[in-house]
Structures are given as structure tokens and as C-alpha cells.
């Protein structure tokens, strides 16, 4: 499967923005969706996730009640809504896919997702 994210931007600390990231060579449902981010000189970390048929999700204490994700399966593209943005957002946000259709397991591990996109740029100002 392969992976376009698109949406980021540069934004001012309480705004928001809408990533996406579709999917394409695949069939998409069979996939469980991640979200990623890495700052400049720390490691890539798990955002959230979102199982294949969107019935479970999972957050990164760090942004629960303020990001949330879904998926279109009929538009093979999944979804970060980021809302109260903080400078500390600012990274470039990946998504990845994990072929998984046998369970709700979501996991945040970058090492659980098999295929990854290129990466958007989020910039939060204070």
C-alpha cells in the first residue's frame, strides 16, 4: 500500500488543522491506521491509531481531548483533526499503515506499521 499525507501547515498555538493521508494499491479497510510525529532531534513517536474498520482508536496521553482520528474507508483515507494546538505539536507528522483485519489491535509502536508516507510539516507558533 502506498501513502500520501497532506494538511500541514503552520498554524498559531490554539488553532487547528486537518491532516489526511489516502491510501492507494491496496484495499485500505484491511489496514489499521497510525499517526506518527517527530521533532527536530527527538524520536519518532505514535500519535494515534485507528483500527480497520474504525470500531477502536488511540491516543498519545499527550493529545488525548485534543486530536482526534478517523477513517473513510470508502475514500481510502484517514484522518488527524488536531484542535488547541501547542508549539510542542510542532513536528513532521507521518501516517502508517499495518495490515491487520483479524482484530480492533491498535498499537502506537512505529515498529507495528509496515508501510509509512513521506511526511507533513505541522509549525505551531506561540
Known amino acids: 500500500v502506498q501513502l500520501q499525507a497532506s494538511g500541514g501547515g503552520s498554524v498559531q498555538a490554539g488553532g487547528s488543522l486537518r491532516l489526511s493521508c489516502e491510501a492507494s494499491?491496496?484495499?485500505?479497510?484491511?489496514?489499521?491506521m497510525g499517526w506518527f510525529r517527530q521533532a527536530p532531534g527527538k524520536e519518532r513517536e505514535g500519535v494515534a491509531a485507528?483500527?480497520?474498520?474504525?470500531?477502536?482508536?488511540r491516543y498519545a496521553d499527550s493529545v488525548k481531548g485534543r486530536f482526534s482520528i478517523s477513517r473513510d474507508n470508502a475514500k481510502n483515507t484517514v484522518y488527524l483533526q488536531m484542535n488547541s494546538l501547542k508549539p510542542e505539536d510542532t513536528a513532521v507528522y507521518y501516517c502508517?499503515?499495518?495490515?491487520?483485519?483479524?482484530?480492533?489491535?491498535?498499537?502506537?509502536?512505529?515498529?507495528?506499521?509496515?508501510?509509512w508516507g513521506q511526511g507533513t510539516l505541522v509549525t505551531v507558533s506561540s
Open positions: 494499491g491496496d484495499t485500505f479497510s484491511n489496514y489499521a
Open positions: 485507528i483500527s480497520w474498520r474504525g470500531g477502536r482508536t
Open positions: 502508517a499503515a499495518d495490515l491487520n483485519y483479524s482484530n480492533d489491535y491498535v498499537g502506537l509502536g512505529q515498529y507495528e506499521y509496515n508501510y
